[in-house]
């Protein structure tokens, strides 16, 4: 869905619905602020008795209602079987964890989650060999709790280069602008690599939960040193060796990439084996999230994010040849 409204806008709609869905829950003359609109609508939530909640407004028309809530389920699991941080969902008088709300300004139901507040520094702002290793150790033991978990009805399963089911648009000529500076090559390249890398993984384990998501801007760095992961939004069926993908992603842009990448693949190995059946399977995800933006930034729901596609397209070619060489 494309949506012509600015990103202030959209927000401002949404905040009669936020206060609608707060009605839900047993919280004390609860006040909201906006967090951020940059993809779902976030507000922190304050309550009269001094707790501090997340409200999320998830997007129409991305994930069915079945998978939010395997999400959720999926994280109220880890807060009550396990000792990582992460958000733990709050649940309304009637018990539920999930509620969709309506409301007249707004032109469709969205489902609605609070969770628990989690203090720590954006792992974005502290990244160091250090935290990027306490990651990686993180990022095992969400896996291997992953492979406890019932696989939950509903969630979609990674098998395609474009795991959010957003039809390929990038190589139409209504983009070619937008191509223009980077060129086909990088992203047919990825995209080759990607597909390849699937059958792989399909042949050599099986699918478990993944976060989807797993990277330098979800995770909080908290007091103790320990990694809190956020922003489970995203987490469909697949293979750790795609989340990591995301998450040497997010470090392939920063000159001293390399020993981030090691720090990380160090602190893994602390709690489990490398999950690469194959080498440069993590890298080929890696690359593979450079064509999905790519695909993405083209055709987003934000005005502005579609505007500024040429940049990010180039910025995101150059990586696909720095991870695949």
């Known amino acids: 869905m ?65 998978e939010v809530r395997g999400e959720i389920a999926w994280l109220a699991a880890l807060a009550a079987e396990t000792e990582l941080a992460v958000p733990t969902p709050l ?96 992203f047919e390249r990825a995209k080759t690599a990607t597909l390849e890398a699937i059958d792989r993984l399909g042949e050599a384990e099986p699918a478990r939960l993944v976060h989807a998501d797993l990277h330098e801007e979800n995770a909080f760095v908290r007091s103790d040193g320990s990694i809190a992961i956020l922003d489970f939004d995203d987490c469909m069926i697949g293979w750790p060796a795609q989340d990591l993908g995301i998450t040497v992603f997010g470090l392939a842009g920063r000159d001293v990439f390399e020993p981030l990448e090691a720090a990380l693949r160090r602190g893994y190995e602390q709690v489990a084996p490398w999950p690469e059946p194959f080498p440069g399977a993590v890298r080929t995800f890696a690359a593979d999230r450079c064509l999905m933006l790519a695909n993405h930034v083209v055709q987003d729901h934000d005005p502005e994010y579609r505007a500024a596609a040429p940049r990010y397209v180039a910025e995101w070619a150059a990586k696909i040849e720095r991870l695949l060489g």
Do not use: K, M
């Open 2 to 66: 494309t949506d012509e409204l600015s990103s202030e806008q959209r927000a401002a709609r949404l905040r009669p619905l936020v206060e609608r869905a707060l009605e839900s829950y047993e919280l004390s003359s609860p006040t909201i602020e906006l967090i951020t609109n940059d993809w779902n609508c976030v507000f922190r939530v304050d309550d009269a008795t001094g707790s501090r909640y997340v409200l999320r407004v998830s997007l129409p028309d991305r994930r069915t209602l079945d």
């Open 91 to 186: 649940a309304t008088r009637e018990g539920s964890l999930v509620v969709l709300v309506e409301h007249e300004e707004v032109p469709e139901p969205r489902a609605c989650v609070v969770f628990g507040w989690i203090d720590g520094i954006p792992l974005i702002d502290a990244l160091t060999e250090a935290t990027v290793e306490a990651l990686g150790a993180t990022a095992a033991r969400l896996h291997e709790h992953a492979l406890r978990f019932p696989v939950q009805p509903g969630l979609r399963v990674w098998n395609s280069p474009y795991p959010f089911g957003e039809p390929e648009v990038l190589f139409g000529e209504e983009h070619a602008a937008a191509l223009e500076a980077a060129g086909r090559t990088p």
